[in-house]
Structure formats: C-alpha cells, structure tokens
C-alpha cells in the first residue's frame, strides 16, 4: 500500500475536479502541486504526456487524466456515486462534463482566469483586455443554461450531483478566485453554485491561494 | 424504436472512432453528415453545443460528444470489449484515448489534416507551411510511442484492441488520407496499422473521400 497521491495544480479546472471528486467519495489523498507547463522527471515518470492531473492510487495503480480519473473512481469507489444511475443520467452527466472541460474552457476560463492567473503566475504577463471583454461577454450564457437546466433538475445532469456539477463548479470557482462571476444577473444559478460551495468537498478549494495573488473577497465566502 | 443514428464528419477523427466502434461491435447505423462549423437546428436540438459526433440509438437516447458515447457504447453493448477488463486495463485505454485525441490531435493532426483537409474544405484556403512543418516533425514521436506500445502488448492499452487504438487509428487514418504518414520510417508502428486497418470495421473509413480531394494513392490499400 502506498499513499493516495494526487499530482495537481491549483489553476487547472479539470484538477479541481478532481479534487472535488476525491472529497465526495471521503478518499483520503496527499497532494503534490506540479508544474503544468514544465513536467519534472517524477511526473513525466507516472504520465509519458507530462499532463494533470495524475492520480497515484494505494494499490499504486496509476490513472492519467481527469476523464480517466473520474471514470476509474466510479468504478473502483463507486459509494458515493458521482455519474449516475443508468446509462441516461450518465450520458448527461458525461456531455455536461465535456461541456465546462471544453466548451466554457475554450470560451471563458481561458480567457479569463488564463489571462489573470494563468498568464501572471507563469509568465509574469498581463492579461490581454480582449481576450478579458471576451471572457466577461461569454460566460452569460453558460450561466442562463446553467439556471435553465436546474429549473428542471436538482443538479446538473439529474437529481443527484454528478460530474457535470464538479466540472462547472470546479471552473466557476477558479474564475470566482479573480471575482469575475456576475453573480448578481444570474440569481438560479448562483442559488446552485451556494448548495455545492457549501459542501464539505469545496473546502479545498476555498483554501486555495494563488501565489502573490488575492483572492476576490468573495471567494471564500459562503454567504456572497 | 427508431433508427440508430450517427451525426458526424469524416473529417472529425472523434467521429472516426465512433464509427470504428459502432463497426467493431456490428451496430447498424445511419449516418449523418453536419457541417462541423456551423450546427444546423436538428443537430443543435440534439447538442445544445452544436459539437459532433452525435449518436442517437435506437431507443432514442441521445448521447453527445465522443466520450460520452464510447462509454455508452461500453455500457449497452458489452458484447465487443473495446475500453479493457479491468480497471488497469480501462485506465490504460482512456489514458491512450486522450493521447491521441489531445495530445497527437494538437500537436500533429491539427496541423497535417486541418491545413490540408479541413482548411481547404471549409476555407477554401492554402495549407500555412509552417504549421505542415511542425506537424511532420512532431509526428515521429508518436509513431515511436506507438511502436514501443507494441513491443509490450499485442495492442496500444493491452493484449485486446481497445479505444486506445481506435483513437490513434481514427487520426492516423486522416493523416494517411494526403499521404503524410512516414511508414517507412516506423516499420513497427506499420505493423500494428496493417492489422487494424485490415478489419472489417476500418472499411467505412477507407470508403471516405474528401469532396475535391483525392486520397493519396495508399489510403485504402491494405497492401501498402
């Protein structure tokens, strides 16, 4: 047995999410923040890409990747089940997953918590103001689906919470850390985003500090 | 019951997979061809994310993205392995699966098919040279990487065909298309596409043909 180790870095949404995964099913874990940009020799060891996050289980068995992750914890811990309980909720929950992976990623996170925390940690560069106008214009819609979607369901894909809710929380809480969620215009959904930060498995990520940048004095608080 | 159906493009090589797996699991489908950049109603009524591929089964379940319906698949027609029998062996495959569908997709067939397929189809524009020379460099790896695969296991995940080779066949076969795929160099790797591209299920794709560009002369010569 060696310990459960998650090879991660804080400003990766698809980390986030799996860090929320870990949390919701009581796996107990050490991290390892890695670089993401620079893979060491230990990290190119365990994944050939060099890519995070990288789970290292305590039979040792090692998975790559957030979508391998996800689906090997299903599988191997299937307790707390975080896909769904028939091949429907789990298509939704896996199409809404690849929505915040790709999807908002390409259209919001990049150009948003990319340009601010991204781009400043590692390159020491400001944030490009179009690609900012960009992300502040596209991530309205992504919030209204958001709302439009827990009109009709408890969570995101289904009644019980999946993937697809800790792949959009896990998003919106890394463009929550620079304060740029207009939450006021969305009230549905902020009423979501409060149920899943107030779990006991978001507390990691509220701890989460990006160094030599604040967080927006919102982000960690429950009551916003 | 309705009539199984697949929406996607041959110029998508995550459509190519699911074709490859719905062939391998002898699933009779209709296909569909959309145009990848500009998502018709129908197709937007069936992914609100206008993304391709789409299947919809014949009990009517729509399912949206490639990895959500490889799972899919996996979960309602059993009878054909093609994600591994353990969890090892499925973490191996989805680790592959994302290899080739990320990392190969970034790095090689963005640059070799989408400037010699995809931008001239849909923009009717010349090739940017710079980004064919990158993908010809950058293709040799992962050549390599397949071969070195194939010296440890009768297949890329494990010793029975998976996603982790339809994947890399889905793209190979795209390269393969405009000639790009320096064989001769990488006899091994050769090797392993020979078998697969000699099953029954690789037949759709040999079929394909781009409008207004011929395949090079060994696209769908088994004995190349």
Redesign the interface.
């Known amino acids: 047995m060696t310990t459960r180790t998650l090879f991660h870095h804080s400003l990766l949404p698809t980390a986030r999410k799996v860090r929320l995964a870990l949390h919701e099913k009581r796996l107990e874990f050490t991290e390892v923040t890695a670089d993401p940009f620079a893979a060491d020799d230990e990290l190119l060891a365990l ?3 060099g ?1 995070l996050p990288v789970l290292v289980d305590e039979n040792g ?5 957030t ?2 992750i996800c ?2 914890l299903e ?2 811990y299937p307790q707390t089940n975080l896909l769904g309980r028939n ?2 909720d ?2 939704e929950a ?2 809404l997953a ?2 915040f992976d ?2 908002f990623n390409r259209e919001v996170t990049q150009h948003l918590a990319g340009e601010k925390l991204t781009r400043r940690l590692f390159e020491n560069g400001a944030p490009d103001s179009r690609a900012l106008r960009a992300g502040r214009e596209n991530i309205h819609t992504h919030l209204q ?1 958001i709302a439009w979607l827990t009109e009709r369901r408890s969570w995101l894909a289904s009644d019980d919470i999946s993937y697809a809710d800790l792949s959009a929380a896990a998003h919106l809480s890394l463009i929550d850390y620079s304060g740029d969620v207009p939450w006021a215009d969305h009230p549905l959904t902020k009423e979501w985003y409060v149920r899943i930060k107030s779990r006991f498995s978001f507390r990691c990520l509220l701890q989460d500090t990006v160094p030599g940048i604040a967080p927006a004095a919102i982000y960690a608080d429950l009551d916003f």
Chains 1, 2 share one sequence.
């Open positions: 994944n050939p890409a890519d068995q090692i998975v790559c990747g979508q391998a689906e090997y599988e191997v091949p429907k789990r298509a896996r199409r690849a929505w790709e999807k689906y």
